[in-house]
């Protein structure tokens, strides 16, 4: 098996444009079966299990169609941000609408700050509404991964 | 109980109207009118999430008693110095389509006789031996420069432990006085304390540890969406929160003034201290930060908004990580 660049946080082998998915269980599902297809998660349930918990505490959708599903986790082999578009929208519990845009943040387990940086990058653009606008508007898988090792990897 | 001071407090006006137009008559279509300052924000949000607190601030004839009475509504004690000039109406007119504009007084100038009543007061309320004096906002014409200096040393001779949140002239000369047990300067506010540039992440610890003057005392940082770096002579702990979405960053550093304060009682009543109670006080700083900056202009975050899980935090970040890359 190939996989993608595991030095970039996102690769267009783990975006999916006009994601199949009509919950956020099935579209944080089809998510991450690509994080394990590029070797970057280990164990589909194991992983799904820890992005579950995390998802009961609170939801992760934002207001303006937004949704972060993630999980530091023992079955992320490396720091990752899985990418689904959707023009119909999927709920995550944000009070004005469906998420648009969902972002899987899945992270190593371990005394590493990777999942923080990542939160913070995506907490810094994210205010910002051409960030939303350019992923948005993106028509490929290629075009969304090279949005996010430009404006989210440091 | 954590008693706070405003050298110089305000009536914000919000006024909201549909489209602001320059030289024509503009209808409200809401309004309100909250009492506002550092301090007088620090202990507002203590008291939504059902910390005592006591507010001194000085009081006009007019403005002064309508701070005081919209405060007791929301259970903040207040101790007030009676001075001439009027306490500052802030008027802020926010249009539907977001512009924002606002229009600030220049508030009291203080007397000498002024600040002997401030000082005193203050002595008086140290007397109720608080757990901490929250010294915070700039200072106002008038009153002399090493003023929080002066009273930072009144507080230690007390026993009581101070938290500066404050910025210019007044802040650096209590900065580097060592009376403050806790300061939260912004990344911008230290750079200006410092006169450098602090690029990188031991560059700010660095600083900022020039300043603590022994273990017990500590910093922290603010770094907006970036979270926040907590230093003490012994350790640093970065800590984020989950991306949020943001209504309005007025008020939110008070906020996290006031949790950070609100732990560390929790922490010493537990005995919780060490690395250990510091996570635990940085936590809770950038949970009720980040719960600010999701509610609307002025309205203050009570228990049911801050969400302490959502917070993230790594211990002793790599020194050599530039701050813009966080």
Request: hydrophobic fraction near 40%.
């Amino acid at each position: 098996m190939t996989t993608s660049d595991h030095s970039v946080l996102t690769t267009k082998d783990i975006v999916v444009v006009d994601l199949m998915a009509e919950t956020k269980e099935e579209a944080t599902r089809a998510l991450a079966q690509k994080l394990v297809d590029d070797g970057r998660v280990t164990d589909l349930e194991g992983f799904l299990e820890d992005v579950a918990a995390r998802e009961a505490q609170l939801n992760t959708g934002l207001p303006g169609g937004i949704g972060i599903p993630h999980a530091r986790s023992s079955h992320v082999v490396v720091p990752s941000v899985a990418i689904g578009t959707t023009s119909k929208g999927i709920p995550f519990g944000a009070e004005d609408g469906p998420a648009h845009l969902i972002f899987l943040i899945a992270a190593p387990d371990g005394a590493h700050d990777e999942h923080l940086h990542i939160l913070a990058a995506l907490a810094r653009k994210l205010v910002h509404d051409d960030f939303k606008e350019s992923l948005r508007n993106a028509k490929t898988p290629a075009e969304i991964a090279a949005i996010i090792t430009k404006e989210v990897q440091k | 109980m954590i008693v706070t001071f405003t050298a110089n407090p305000c009536i914000e006006h919000t006024l909201v109207v549909s489209q602001f137009e320059p030289n024509e008559v503009n209808r409200a279509v809401s309004h309100h009118r909250d009492p506002a300052g550092k301090g007088i924000n620090v202990s507002r949000a203590l008291a939504q999430n059902n910390v005592e607190t006591v507010a001194i601030f000085p009081s006009d004839a007019v403005n002064g008693p309508w701070i005081v009475r919209s405060l007791a509504v929301e259970h903040v004690e207040t101790m007030t110095i009676s001075i001439r000039d009027d306490v500052r109406t802030n008027v802020t007119i926010v249009d539907q389509s977001g512009h924002t504009t606002k229009v600030n007084e220049a508030g009291p100038t203080i007397s000498a006789s002024d600040q002997d009543a401030f000082a005193s007061t203050l002595e008086s309320a140290l007397a109720l031996r608080p757990d901490w004096l929250v010294l915070a906002g700039s200072l106002p014409p008038g009153i002399d420069v090493d003023f929080y200096a002066h009273v930072g040393r009144m507080a230690r001779d007390h026993g009581v432990r101070v938290a500066l949140d404050s910025s210019g002239a007044g802040f650096a000369a209590a900065a580097h006085a060592g009376i403050a047990d806790f300061m939260k300067p912004n990344l911008d506010e230290l750079k200006e304390l410092s006169g450098r540039l602090l690029p990188t992440i031991g560059d700010v610890v660095a600083f900022s540890r020039s300043l603590l003057r022994d273990e017990e005392c500590s910093i922290v940082v603010s770094l907006g969406s970036q979270g926040a770096l907590a230093v003490t002579t012994e350790t640093h702990l970065w800590a984020v929160h989950e991306p949020v979405s943001v209504k309005s960053t007025v008020g939110a550093g008070d906020c996290t003034v006031a949790g950070y304060l609100s732990a560390d009682i929790d922490c010493r009543r537990q005995e919780i201290g060490g690395e250990e109670g510091l996570t635990v006080r940085l936590t809770t700083a950038v949970a009720w930060g980040s719960a600010a900056v999701q509610l609307p202009l002025a309205t203050l975050p009570g228990p049911e908004d801050v969400t302490m899980h959502r917070v993230h935090v790594h211990a002793r970040p790599d020194e050599a990580t530039h701050i813009k890359d966080l």
